[in-house]
């Protein structure tokens, strides 16, 4: 297949903004319009067009066209068996995937209220008459979402069907979280990046299964809403209901969907950068019959042993943690910090990870060392994400 020639398209999310009680956007800004246009015609074409969201770039094709969807796993390389998330615009076009019979239950109906338009994939019934099966991996279900970026919800509104956008990067790479990581990647696979800048969450959104017979709210995927919220929220609004809010691997297993997932991010591995990284359990301690590294220690182990050809290292970490403010002076290593934000303030770390891990790997280090961070919050949507990138671990004492 001939390479594209790929365009980058400016369009600003100021320009942008939806009328109370409206489906449709209201674009003031003429450029910026005629480049939503553009993508618009591209996708109606059945080819694959990269846009901002809140959460990370996605790659979108029509959710309904079986066609169009296919060219987003060869974009990708993504593996069949890994399901879309289709991305709507308006509760109208919710119902045009669902069943007709299909009822809200009341933790959806509580949640959408929330945190739609937003960083939150409902699972839902999904209409076999409507939705080809190569968006559910063959399930009887389908992973929905109403973003809440500007461009993205004008997007979708203006080429007017829903659009399956999983993260817009090579499967099992980092997801981008800025057009020029995108152009990075997929210049020449694609025709058209919308660029909205930078995305304020960083993180892919939040996966809820509120499907089960017993009621109760299972996490598959931690991302930009946390668990908290989605807790405090359904006890302030559904008082007196026993309903329990699960997280997968952490409150339950699932092995047979983890073999079979029902939504992205379970199965294989993702996040990783072209260079080995490493996660430094700064926070966790180590099973029985294990010790903690010293840092001291452990950072001088890595010197090369020419140290006329240094080794390069970067560093991802708070800038107030242990590892943050630790003295990184090691014969025959050159260190290239790039920091995540304070420890208090995890939304930062989680809209800073991505953006780390791309420009570090841009920068031509050799190796990245991450450092843990409460799983609290965010945290826990950044720890998920770190785990499934690092192919190394070990237990440090700072």
Known sequence: ???????????????????????????????????????????????????????????????????????????????????????????????????????????????????????????????????????????????????????????????????????????????????????????????????????????????????????????????GVTVEDITRVLHENLAGDPLKVLVHSRDYADQQMEQAPTTPGMKYRHYSPAVPVTLLLTVTQPPAGAEALDAASFLSSLRPKNTSHPLKIGVLSPTDSPLGQFDLNVEGIEWQRFYLGPTSDPSVTAQRLFDGLLTLEQAGVDLILIEEIDDAKEGLAVMNRVRKAASHHRYIRC
């Open 1 to 223: 297949m001939s390479a594209l020639s790929t365009r980058v398209l400016f369009c600003d999310s100021s320009a942008i903004y939806f009328p109370t009680a409206s489906d449709e956007p209201t674009i003031t800004n003429a450029d910026t319009l005629h480049s939503l246009q553009l993508a618009a015609t591209q996708l109606r074409a059945k080819q694959p067009v990269a846009f901002p969201t809140e959460t990370v770039y996605g790659l979108g094709a029509l959710a309904l066209d079986s066609t169009a969807a296919a060219r987003i796993f060869t974009t990708k390389g993504r593996p069949s068996d890994n399901p879309l998330i289709a991305h709507v615009s308006s509760l109208k076009m919710l119902h045009t995937l669902i069943p007709p019979s299909y009822a809200l239950p009341r933790t959806y109906q509580v949640l959408m209220k929330h945190f739609w338009p937003g960083a939150l994939t409902l699972l839902f019934p999904s209409d076999p008459n409507v939705v080809p099966p190569i968006l559910t991996a063959n399930h009887p279900t389908v992973a929905i979402r109403m973003p809440s970026h500007p461009v993205a919800r004008a997007l979708i509104a203006i080429t007017g069907a829903p659009l399956a956008a999983p993260s817009a990067n090579s499967s099992g790479k980092p997801s981008p979280t800025r057009a020029e990581h995108v152009l990075r990647d997929l210049n020449g696979k694609i025709g058209i990046i919308l660029d909205g800048g930078a995305c304020d969450v960083g993180l892919e959104s939040t996966v809820v299964d509120g499907l089960h017979p017993d009621g109760n709210l299972r996490v598959l995927r931690p991302g």
